[in-house]
């Protein structure tokens, strides 16, 4: 018959071949010692590509823009005639025929009609889909630019909790040591 020992207990006598003030480096610890500096390399070859695609992409806007004579023409001449039709609208309003107060209502919504077109025109000319992607592109490029001052703030941080240590702090804790075991 045998039986198994069932203690609460919990026995740690440290890690093997630890001394007292002697540190081991993170590489020993099994931490990456560069993580942040990894993070950030990462975030910088993030931000390079995300510059080439935004100027790729403000390239792309721009030869749109300017090879888009279409809707800029049927933007001028839809201004042009709803300015015209407006005009013959106030002219006939002058008038005191009963067929002029037609003629004026129908001038009039012609020239609405062409304010609605020429609003169309301009709103295609200004939407672009590339300076959306382009802006889109800066903005990640912004945020990679922002990860990277954290991580070296936190870079900072550790490097000073780590220098922190002096030979007095360990000499201290020798102290204690000994004369907690006497």
């Known amino acids: 018959m ?22 081991r480096t993170p590489a020993q610890l099994g931490y990456r010692s560069d993580k942040l500096s990894l993070k950030n390399r990462k975030l910088s070859d993030s931000i390079t590509k995300n510059t080439a695609r935004a ?30 039709y407006q005009a013959k609208a106030d002219k006939e309003a002058g008038r005191r025929f009963a067929s002029s107060e037609r003629k004026t209502g129908d001038y009039a919504i012609r020239a609405k009609q062409w304010e609605r077109r020429a609003a169309k025109a301009k709103k ?3 939407h672009n889909k590339w300076n959306a992607k382009a802006d889109k592109a800066r903005s990640s490029i912004a945020k990679a630019q922002r990860l990277i ?4 703030a936190a870079k900072k941080v550790y490097n000073s909790t780590i220098q922190a240590i002096n030979a007095g702090t360990i000499e201290q804790g020798k102290l204690f040591m000994k004369y907690v075991s006497d």
């Open 124 to 126: 295609r000319l200004e």
């Open 55 to 84: 100027h790729k992409y403000d390239t792309k806007a721009a030869a749109k823009s300017a090879g888009d004579h279409r809707n800029q023409r049927k933007l001028v001449k839809a201004e042009h005639k709803a300015t015209k």
């Open 149 to 152: 001052e954290q991580n070296n």
């Open 2 to 23: 045998s039986y198994i020992d069932e203690t609460d207990e919990l026995y740690h006598h440290g890690v093997k071949g630890q001394k007292w003030g002697v540190r």
